[in-house]
């Protein structure tokens, strides 16, 4: 139960309410993200954007990646409900139920190459508060696996992406 009122289906923009119904129609269900998102028709669209470029779009990083960024970050981040949902999407987008579980464990119980693993530590990294200091020396050991910067960047992008994220859920208390 969220810490603040959400708006409802009949409450919500009208634009976002035809997007609202859709979901309602396949999943028959409104997760408290899209209805916190809903309190903003810009905010909404913005992150809407974010999560179709970054997660669901085919990019230069793997989904199984892309997937692992999101549910490291929200784990590290303490965010069960991202977690949760992101469990869901891992499965809807062909990861196996011990890939997540996995996933969850930490980078080192991911089936996964040691430049995958570094490149996820990478992002563990820069998702803390401490990103700042981040060297060029710790960026070049990620690039030098083989990763392009295009690849790093978009990793990073998706870690911040999550920070964000993971923070709405867990001030506003969604999935509590």
């Not at 603040?4 to 999943?27: F, G, N, S, V």
């Not at 989904?63 to 965010?79: F, M, P, Q, W």
């Not at 990620?142 to 994220?165: D, K, P, R």
């Amino acid at each position: 139960m969220a810490y603040i009122k959400l708006p409802e289906l009949e409450d919500m923009d009208p634009e976002i309410q035809k997007l609202a119904r859709e979901i309602l129609e396949k999943t028959g269900k409104l997760g408290e993200i899209f209805k916190l998102l809903a309190i903003r028709k810009d905010i909404y669209f913005m992150t809407d954007n974010c999560v179709k470029t970054l997660l669901l779009n085919e990019t230069e990083l793997p989904y199984s990646t892309k997937e692992r960024i999101a549910l490291l970050i929200s784990k590290e981040n303490n965010c069960p409900m991202c977690v949760d949902v992101h469990k869901n999407i891992a499965k809807m987008l062909g990861m196996s139920e011990e890939q997540i579980e996995e996933t969850l464990k930490g980078v080192d119980y991911i089936n996964a190459s040691e430049e995958e693993k570094e490149l996820l530590r990478f992002c563990i990294r820069a998702s803390k508060k401490d990103n700042y200091k981040i060297t060029k020396e710790e960026l070049d050991k990620v690039l030098n696996l083989g990763y392009s910067v295009s690849q790093v960047f978009e990793a990073i992008t998706i870690t911040a992406y999550f920070n964000y994220i993971n923070t709405l859920s867990n001030v506003f208390g969604l999935g509590k």
